[in-house]
């Protein structure tokens, strides 16, 4: 058992039901999770003083694509919708590879931690040249925050009607067997986990209704979160309902409506 003391904060926001703030406050950390807040408690673990500070929650992130954080100011996407955005993009990121990954989402997590953020999920639904979600599991390791990665997933290219080229996709087989893989090797479904891993299909653009039905039978079967985009903007709209007839929320419900989820 580690625990951690912050000691004597000009204010702890608790957050709590009556929305207490507590002068001169403490805040006793143990195995990484909160274990009480008041005045004058004690440790026998590492003191941390926090006079002239204020102590809130940390902020969560529940949507993110740290990859991207090499990306942000490439002059072509800069002004182009979502769509002419992400073809200026792909060719780039399918240069990526394990290093990319690694670093790009080091930069990221280090700025949300920065930013007071204290657990993020990320989605990445790309893995170029060797890249694997355990190169960001690693990243985030490292950096300290709590992460909730989901192994992501691309698999129709431009040549069966989708948008991302076809370097970019991968065979549904191999998506749903390194899906196992990634959450087998690393999931925690304990409370106050660093690493929970999630299943998700990246959009209706880019993944068969097969394969949205088939991580969401395996999310539940592996009682692990599922994630994806949907109607992200009014091309992403336009394109569903040229493609199926139908809204994105609409044709994400067809695709699950087997699975009972």
Not at 1 to 9: G, N, P, Q
Not at 110 to 131: K, V
């Given at each position: 058992?580690?625990?951690?003391?912050?000691?004597?904060?000009d204010r702890v926001v608790t957050m709590d039901a009556a929305r207490r703030e507590i002068a001169g406050g403490d805040v006793l950390i143990r195995d990484g999770v909160v274990a009480a807040m008041g005045v004058g408690l004690a440790?026998?673990?590492?003191?941390?003083?926090?006079?002239?500070?204020?102590?809130?929650?940390?902020?969560?992130?529940?949507?993110?694509?740290?990859?991207?954080?090499?990306?942000?100011?490439?002059?072509?996407?800069?002004?182009?919708?979502?769509?002419?955005?992400?073809?200026?993009?792909?060719?780039?990121?399918?240069?990526?590879?394990?290093?990319?990954?690694?670093?790009?989402?080091?930069?990221?997590?280090?700025?949300?931690?920065?930013?007071?953020?204290?657990?993020?999920?990320?989605?990445?639904?790309?893995?170029?040249?060797?890249?694997?979600?355990?190169?960001?599991?690693?990243?985030?390791?490292?950096?300290?925050?709590?992460?909730?990665?989901?192994?992501?997933?691309?698999?129709?290219?431009?040549?069966?009607?989708?948008?991302?080229?076809?370097?970019?996709?991968?065979?549904?087989?191999?998506?749903?067997?390194?899906?196992?893989?990634?959450?087998?090797?690393?999931?925690?479904?304990?409370?106050?986990?660093?690493?929970?891993?999630?299943?998700?299909?990246?959009?209706?653009?880019?993944?068969?209704?097969?394969?949205?039905?088939?991580?969401?039978?395996?999310?539940?079967?592996?009682?692990?979160?599922?994630?994806?985009?949907?109607?992200?903007?009014?091309?992403?709209?336009?394109?569903?309902?040229?493609?199926?007839?139908?809204?994105?929320?609409?044709?994400?419900?067809?695709?699950?409506?087997?699975?009972?989820?």
């Open positions: 058992m580690t625990e951690l003391l912050l000691r004597r904060a440790t026998a673990g590492r003191v941390l003083d926090a006079l002239g500070c204020v102590v809130t929650p940390g902020l969560v992130n529940t949507h993110h694509h740290l990859y991207q954080t090499l990306t942000r100011a490439v002059p072509g996407g800069q002004d182009a919708l979502l769509f002419g955005w992400l073809k200026t993009l792909y060719p780039i990121w399918s240069r990526f590879g394990p290093e990319e990954m690694f670093v790009s989402a080091q930069a990221g997590l280090a700025e949300l931690a920065l930013s007071g953020c204290s657990m993020t999920a990320d989605h990445l639904y790309l893995f170029p040249n060797g890249s694997r979600l355990d190169d960001t599991i690693a990243a985030a390791s490292e950096v300290g925050l709590r992460f909730h990665p989901t192994r992501g997933a691309m698999s129709i290219g431009e040549s069966a009607g989708g948008l991302p080229p076809d370097s970019l996709v991968e065979r549904e087989t191999a998506i749903l067997e390194d899906s196992i893989r990634v959450v087998d090797a690393f999931h925690d479904p304990r409370d106050g986990a660093m690493v929970r891993v999630g299943l998700a299909p990246c959009s209706p653009f880019s993944v068969s209704r097969d394969l949205m039905r088939e991580a969401a039978v395996l999310a539940r079967d592996k009682r692990v979160m599922l994630h994806t985009h949907l109607a992200e903007n009014d091309e992403d709209v336009a394109w569903s309902l040229a493609r199926f007839g139908c809204r994105p929320g609409q044709s994400c419900r067809v695709g699950l409506a087997d699975t009972d989820v």
